[in-house]
Nanobody, 115 residues
Framework: QVQLVESGGGLVQPGGSLRLSCAAS????????MAWYRQAPGKQRELVAG???????NYADSVKGRFTISGDIAKKTVYLQMNSLKPEDTAVYYC?????????WGQGTQVTVSS
């Protein structure tokens, strides 16, 4: 059974930083993409940052220069370093992994940016 477990969310003041972590386990043999998405209240889920086994990571325009995705797809782990956080970054953040024609989601971790 495939499982993605996220951690690292919380409450932070504007301008602060958080680091999210995600680890995949179970019957995943060849992940080729891991990514972070987020969903704010009343909005659609959107891609924040993604990384593939070969190539450069990609970022949403709204987080470029502030967020950094890293990790090791072969080890099924991905991180999201979030700096200079803004209130509009408030959302539930989800980890996603893709292999073959399949994909899986984590349970989500809440990030709240507020003074």
């Amino acid at each position: 059974q495939v499982q993605l477990v996220e951690s690292g969310g919380g409450l932070v003041q504007p301008g602060g930083s958080l680091r999210l972590s995600c680890a995949a386990s179970g019957g995943i043999f060849s992940i080729y993409n891991m990514a972070w998405y987020r969903q704010a209240p009343g909005k659609q889920r959107e891609l924040v940052a993604g990384m593939i086994s070969v190539g450069m990571p990609n970022y949403a325009d709204s987080v470029k220069g502030r967020f950094t995705i890293s990790g090791d797809i072969a080890k099924k782990t991905v991180y999201l370093q979030m700096n200079s956080l803004k209130p509009e970054d408030t959302a539930v953040y989800y980890c996603n992994a893709r292999w073959g024609a399949n994909n899986a989601w984590g349970q989500g971790t809440q990030v709240t940016v507020s003074s």
